[in-house]
């Protein structure tokens, strides 16, 4: 997926236009953005949601639906850069999984013919689930639900519009994603095992874990820096896995919430069913954009912290 590369932010802004930005990592991405000088404009249903960040500079809102294509042609026209990072989603079953990828494939084939150089779109390591042994990047999707089907769909709709118009495309997938909101009142997004472990341990209650079972978590500030960064590397690879190099056993983060919390819950470990390994993705990648290793651990420990203020 590749085409002319947009300016270097060392020479001049860069005019992005940002989907999604009044939710959870969008909020994070739009940060990024302003404090490296890019001029952005945000397309959102909700501008209220964008809190303290309304009124920065060198920031554009247009008010609008993903739907209203009409409004989404004129916003990308002297855009470099498109960043998706919106979700349109709901309960499986209802459709909104369908719009979500007719969106994406609509605002990718909009951005190639507005001569957009460069689109960004923040997937999710769900296109390799059901997770099995060691992966990376260049692994074949691998679909088990609705939403990795969905993000996969909206990759594959990324590589015909670049294919169709030279345009440059890179996809981010994180893992789930943990940290703080953007500000004080922002939008929070939460694993559910994570938030269902904090409510049991707010309540007191016993926290089941199965043994020899974990996660990769994602940094919410490392995937808006590595998108801020895709914006302006040079020769970027077109696939990024954005995670924690350290897989956290179920058991340590349920310990983690029971200390973190000051929870009298007791951690109960069951026996696992199978003697897979713990699935491991690769992070070489993401930590040479970085240029730091990959590290969830503080991030991981403030989202608790939110989730048991909530």
């Not at 957009?116 to 639900?145: K, N, W």
């Not at 990024?240 to 951690?267: F, H, P, T």
Request: charged share 25%; hydrophobic share 45%.
């Amino acid at each position: 997926m590749s085409g002319d590369n947009p300016p270097s932010s060392k020479e001049k802004p860069v005019r992005i236009l940002l989907t999604g930005a009044t939710g959870y990592i969008g909020l994070h991405i739009l940060r990024e953005l302003l404090d490296r000088g890019h001029a952005v404009t945000v397309v959102a249903r909700s501008p209220e949601k964008l809190g303290p960040f309304a009124g920065a500079s060198g920031f554009t809102v247009v008010e609008a639906d993903l739907e209203q294509q009409d409004r989404l042609l004129c916003a990308l026209e002297g855009q470099n850069v498109c960043i998706h990072a919106a979700l349109i989603w709901g309960e499986p079953g209802t459709e909104l999984e369908l719009r979500d990828v007719a969106v994406s494939a609509k605002l990718f084939d909009a951005a190639g013919q507005a001569g957009v150089q460069r689109s960004i779109y923040l997937s999710s390591a769900a296109v390799h689930r059901p997770f099995r042994g060691e992966m990376g990047e260049e692994d074949p999707f691998c679909t088990s639900d609705l939403y990795g089907a969905t993000k996969a769909a909206g990759e594959l709709f990324l590589r015909a519009a670049c294919a169709a118009h030279r345009m440059t495309g890179i996809v981010l997938r994180p893992g789930p994603v943990v940290g703080p909101p953007a500000f004080a009142g922002g939008a929070l997004r939460s694993d559910r095992r994570l938030s269902e472990m904090v409510a049991e341990a707010k309540a007191g209650r016993p926290i089941y874990v199965v043994a020899g079972e974990g996660r990769q978590w994602s940094d919410v500030r490392a995937v808006a820096r590595a998108t801020t960064l895709l914006v302006e590397e040079a020769t970027p690879q077109p696939t990024y896995l954005c995670m924690d190099r350290k897989v956290e056993s179920w058991e340590v983060i349920a310990q983690r919430v029971v200390g973190l919390l000051n929870s009298a819950s007791e951690v109960v470990v069951l026996p696992k069913k199978d003697q897979l390994p713990l699935p491991y993705f690769r992070t070489e990648r993401i930590e040479a954009l970085l240029g730091e290793i990959a590290a969830a651990g503080d991030a991981l420990d403030a989202h608790i912290l939110c989730l048991g203020a909530g």
